[in-house]
């Protein structure tokens, strides 16, 4: 059974970083783009960044593009989100997800594959 197993949550202070793992389970990993999504309270699931099966291609919403990064390790089956300057509005849960393509989070509704099971990220301001 394929597993996206997320880690590295945690309170931060805003203005600080915390960095995000996501380990997959099974070959799913090679052959999925990988991404982050993110729920907040009473808000729904939105679109966080995106990365390409090689990890030759990375996209990213705009409320965090220049200060999140996504990036994966083939060799590790792990996904990663660093990110910095974090501010009190990117307090949510954050979902990996594993999908056919950057084009399949991006699309409403989102067109994943699976779902880990989701990590708290909250900011203190």
């Known amino acids: 059974q394929v597993q996206l197993v997320e880690s590295g949550g945690g309170l931060v202070q805003a203005g600080g970083s915390l960095r995000l793992s996501c380990a997959a389970s099974?070959?799913?990993?090679?052959?999925?783009?990988m991404g982050w999504f993110r729920q907040a309270p009473g808000k729904e699931r939105e679109f966080v960044a995106a990365?390409?099966?090689?990890?030759?291609?990375?996209y990213a919403a705009g409320s965090v593009k220049g200060r999140f990064t996504i990036s994966r390790d083939n060799a590790r089956d792990t996904v990663y989100l660093q990110m910095n300057t974090l501010k009190p509005e990117d307090t949510a849960v954050y979902y990996c997800?594993?999908?056919?393509?950057?084009?399949?989070?991006?699309?409403?509704?989102?067109?994943?594959?699976?779902w880990g099971q989701g990590t708290q990220v909250t900011v203190s301001s």
């Open positions: 099974g070959s799913i990993f090679s052959s999925n783009a």
């Open positions: 997800a594993a999908a056919g393509g950057i084009s399949h989070m991006t699309s409403t509704p989102p067109r994943t594959n699976y």
């Open positions: 990365v390409s099966r090689s990890g030759g291609i990375t």
